[in-house]
């Protein structure tokens, strides 16, 4: 069994007593450091920085050096998995991901490349390894894939979206065609994530960013069916204890039984969710994990700590839940607002386990 200084995060995802709750953020090495944005600047470009193993590795590590974080996440980035297909990703300054090509079709499809993470990502499982060298057994290491839904929201529309017209319009007008390209997506994720766990990650998280944009009908249709097809194909073991999965959708609140039901280990939520309904909802199924605003970290410490106190008393004693925010941190916010967040968590989380 692989041992580790601190288990806290593993152990409150399969549920288990912990001495406070545990805590780690979306986007943690992210714009809002200086010194992530002194080595992006030194990467040349976002895609060169994922790509370069040791600055991959650096990143992840900054802020585990301000903060005491109970896991690690892979720095990378989610459309890793379009770009091996044949998409050719780019970043417009401002403008987020594009793609040089789109899936529009059943010829665009077959023209998408064959796809085996272990050789075409090996630039991520590179980064996985050197990540878990440096860590050293401290902390655990989080990897990470989009889902398919999101995969093909990009893949089709051709970058971000605001009504993902042309995605919707192919779920609804071509389903064959979408189901086609969602399967695919799903054997290449679950492809994806294997790897990542052969290289060293410990848990596991896929990203649904986008498939709060269905509806209600056509979220298990599109989106977390292929969700469960990914988890069943993942080893649960390695290195002697279990991999936990956790599945995060954001706006994905009124799935909460479906999502729970799905395979996961742990459900993230958002913040618009009530942690407190979540836990009496599905809390005896699975782990919760979040759900602090992100926005919370441009008030105050003094208000910051009122919120973690709020979201800690809502979801109550005993151990199944890790806190993070309820999307990614965002680049405005200062370092030191963060570093009042973590620290309310280590603080006031002993007195529920």
């Known amino acids: 069994m692989a041992t580790l200084a601190n ?49 991959a590795c650096e990143v992840t590590m900054q802020p585990l050096r301000r903060y005491p974080m109970d896991a690690a996440i892979l720095f990378s980035d989610i459309l890793t998995i379009p770009d091996a297909l044949g998409l050719g990703l780019y970043f417009e300054e401002g403008e987020g991901p594009r793609f040089r090509k789109t899936v529009r079709s059943e010829a665009d499809l077959d023209q998408l490349n064959a796809f085996v993470a272990a050789d075409d990502l090996s630039y991520v499982m590179d980064a996985v390894t050197a990540i878990r060298r440096e860590l050293n057994g401290s902390i655990p290491l989080i990897g990470f894939s989009g889902s398919p839904w999101t995969l093909a929201t990009y893949m089709v529309e051709g970058g971000s979206s605001k009504d993902f017209a ?68 993942l080893p649960r073991e390695s290195e002697g204890r279990v991999v936990p999965v956790i599945v995060f959708t954001k706006n994905g609140g009124q799935w909460l039984p479906s999502i729970a039901a799905s395979g996961a280990d742990c459900v993230g939520l958002d913040w618009t969710t009530d942690i407190a309904a979540a836990r009496q909802q599905i809390g005896e199924q699975v782990a919760l994990q979040g759900n602090m605003d992100p926005a919370i970290l441009y008030a105050s410490p003094s208000r910051i700590r009122d919120e973690v106190a709020a979201i800690l008393r809502s979801y109550g004693r005993g151990s199944g839940h890790i806190f993070n925010l309820g999307h990614g941190v965002t680049p405005g916010v200062n370092p030191d607002h963060v570093k009042a967040f973590v620290d309310a968590v280590v603080e006031l989380s002993p007195a529920y386990h």
């Open 7 to 55: 288990d806290r995060f593993l152990r409150a995802l399969m549920r288990e007593p912990v001495d406070r709750t545990p805590i780690w953020m979306m986007r943690q090495a992210g714009r809002y450091l200086p010194e992530y944005r002194a080595t992006r600047a030194q990467a040349g470009s976002f895609l060169d920085l994922c790509k370069n193993t040791e600055l």
């Open 166 to 233: 042309r995605v919707k319009a192919m779920a609804y007008d071509q389903p064959q065609l979408m189901h086609r390209l969602l399967s695919l997506l799903a054997d290449a994720v679950a492809d994806y994530l294997s790897a990542q766990i052969k290289a060293g990650a410990q848990a596991v998280q896929i990203f649904d960013t986008w498939g709060g944009s269905l509806s209600a009908s056509a979220y298990p249709e599109f989106s977390l069916q292929y969700m469960t097809q990914i988890i069943r194909q």
